[in-house]
């Protein structure tokens, strides 16, 4: 469980949060737990998303329960930079679908005294490492890892699975194209193609 940081007036750095797993684990409920608390304490909070995502709402960060809280789609990570000011709270999601500059502007909102929650993916469709992710990670302060469960074994699940044969790499999508996996299963249907 993650607690926020003690606040020290002394020390005006904030820090980088970062909310990763597979499609189906809770990132996005999370981190829309994570900023409703924020609000509750009367902090300032901005929230981000990149335009591509628009699968439940073009305003809104939604997550697979239908919970929601209003966003301010961005095409580019440069955005977030423009638009975050005066701010306590910076939310982020699907933060994979950013370009690798979403580090730097994490880390400039961080040095500026901004508390900065991102949520995205970990791994694509195949396993691989997602996009900005891994630079992400290795530069936050803390790191949850949420887990869904694998729809073949019950067990934990660590992958996104996309069912169809398509083979780019960003497609958006839900249980239809896509469904969470464990290790075992993973490499399973792996071995199939």
Known sequence: MFLENT?????????????SGSMFSGKTEELIRRLRRAKIARQKVEIFKPTVDQRYDADKVVSHDANEIRSTPVPSAA???????DVDVVGIDEAQFFDDEIVAVCNDLANQGVRV??????MDFK?????????LMATAEYVTKVHAVCTKTGNLAHY???KGANDALVMLGETEEYEPLSRA?????KKKK
């Open 160 to 162: 996104s699975h996309r």
């Open 79 to 85: 955005n977030i930079r423009l638009l975050a000011n």
């Open 127 to 135: 396993g691989n490492p997602f996009g900005p992710m891994p630079a």
């Open 7 to 19: 606040v020290n007036p002394t020390e005006q750095f904030g820090w980088i949060e970062v909310i």
């Open 117 to 122: 929650i991102v949520a995205g993916l970990d």
């Open 185 to 189: 299963a993973f490499f399973r249907e």
